[in-house]
């Protein structure tokens, strides 16, 4: 099984902010492996470099996981 990864800004405005812990408990409900991570002092566009508010430390954090599960899913 693949692992699914999902990154949140805890500071982007969203409709339902429980939206992450009803995720958590979909994929842990059916046995899907999923990492769901959210980034305490984030907004919405913090990974894009040159935005207003990216953060370099969260963004390659990010990245290089992304990187690994791209490694281990098409390699």
Known sequence: QR????????QRRQRD???????????AAARRPAKIEVYADADHGWCVKGSAVYQEAAAEKAWSELLA???????
Do not use: H, M, T, W
């Open 3 to 10: 692992q699914l990864l999902f990154r949140f800004g805890a």
């Open 17 to 27: 902010p429980a939206a992450k812990d009803k995720l958590r408990e979909a994929f």
């Open 69 to 75: 599960i791209y490694k281990a899913s098409l390699i």
